[in-house]
C-alpha cells in the first residue's frame, strides 16, 4: 500500500484497524516521518524532552549548540519562521541556504540562495502587514547549505541507507547491508555563479539523469560497501568505523524522534539496482513474516539470525532497557561502553550511551 492509501484507509475518520493477522508496509501516522517540516519539528521537540530529562545527549558548549544531537543543520519553516530567519541570516550574510518544499521528493522546487532578495514571496506582505495565503505560497523548510561537503572525485553524493522498524513500541530496527551512495555529475564548486546548477548540488536521480555526464548503465552509484573501501584506504579503518558508527547513531536517534525516509523508492534504474531491491524485498518479507506464517500482533521476538538475510539488528529497545541503568551510569563516568555501543568526543567528553 502507498502511504497516501495508508493515511486515508487508517484516517480518524474511517475508524478502521488492523486485526491480529494483518500487516500493512508502513505506519498510520507516515506524515510526521516523511514530511520535512515534520521531521524538523520532531527532532527540536526530540531534543527539548532530553533537555528536561537531564540526559546527557542534551548537552551543550558556551556558545548553545548542541555537542551531539548536532545533526540537524539551522533549519526554520517558511512562511512561518520567516522573521526568525532574516534575524538568523543576518548574523551572516554571505552564507547560503537550501530551501526545500516540505511535500515533495525527487529533487524537486528544491533551489539555494545567498540573498534575501531571493525569497521575496515568503516575507510579509508589506501593505497588509500580514502573511499572503498559504494558498498562494506552498511551505517550505530553508536550512543552512553544508558548503564544504565530503567529496569523492570532486563530487558530492549521498547515501541511500534502508532501515526496517517492525515495531515502534519498544523500537526495533535493522540496518539493510548492501546501501548504495549516488553521485553527482558535475564537480563541486561553493562558487556563488553555480547556486542554479543542480548537477553540482543535487544526487536525486531524477535530476541527474538528464545531466550530460550521467552513465545509464551503473547511474552514477557505489555500493556503500565499495565506500567504505574507499574510505578506509584514504583515511583509515579506525576514522571509517567511527564514521559508520555515528551514521548508526544518527539513524537510532532520528528513529526515536521521526523516521528519515519512511517511503523509500523501491525503482530501479540499473541491473544492479533490481537485484539490490528485490532482495531488499525479499529479506524484508522474511522479518515482517517469519517462515511465510500468517501474522499475530503478539508476536514481539526478534527473528533468529538465519532468516535476517542482509539485515542486521542495529538497535532493540528492550535488549537496551535490560542493561541501560548501568550503561548510563558509566557513560556519566566516561567510561568505555564498547566500539558499537559509546560515541566519544576528541575533546575528551565522557563517551556517552547512544543505543539505548
Known sequence: MSVQTIRNVFSVE??????????????????????????????????????????????????????????????????????????????????????????????KGIFLINKLSQIKKWSRDSKTSSFVSQSNKEAYVISLYINNPLLIGGRKFDLRLYVLVSTYRPLRCYMYKLGFCRFCTVKYTPSTSELDNMFVHLTNVAIQKHGED??????????????????????????????????????????????VNASPSLTSSTANDRILKYNLINDTLNIAVPNGEIPDCKWNKSPPKEVLGNYEILYDEELAQGDGADRELRSRQGQSLGPRAGRSRDSGRAVLTTWK
Not at 39 to 54: A, D, S, W
Not at 233 to 258: C, M, N, P, Y
Request: hydrophobic share 35%.
Open 14 to 107: 474511517t475508524g478502521y484497524r488492523l486485526s491480529d493477522d494483518q500487516i500493512v508496509n508502513h505506519f498510520p501516522n507516515h506524515y510526521e516521518l516523511t514530511r520535512k517540516d515534520l521531521m524538523v519539528k520532531n527532532i527540536k521537540r526530540y531534543r527539548k524532552e532530553l533537555e528536561k530529562e537531564g540526559s546527557p545527549l542534551a548537552e551543550k558548549d558556551e556558545n548553545g549548540k548542541y555537542l551531539y544531537l548536532d545533526f540537524v543543520p539551522v533549519t526554520y519553516m517558511l512562511p512561518a519562521d520567516y522573521n526568525l530567519f532574516v534575524e538568523e541570516f543576518r548574523k551572516s550574510p554571505s552564507s547560503t541556504w537550501i530551501m526545500k518544499p516540505c511535500g515533495k521528493a525527487q529533487g
Open 214 to 259: 550521467y552513465n545509464h548503465i551503473h547511474g552514477g552509484k557505489w555500493t556503500v560497501s565499495n565506500l567504505r573501501l574507499y574510505l578506509e584506504s584514504t583515511r583509515g579503518k579506525e576514522v571509517t568505523s567511527k564514521l559508520f558508527d555515528e551514521i548508526h547513531w544518527i539513524i537510532v536517534q532520528s528513529l526515536k524522534a521521526v523516521a
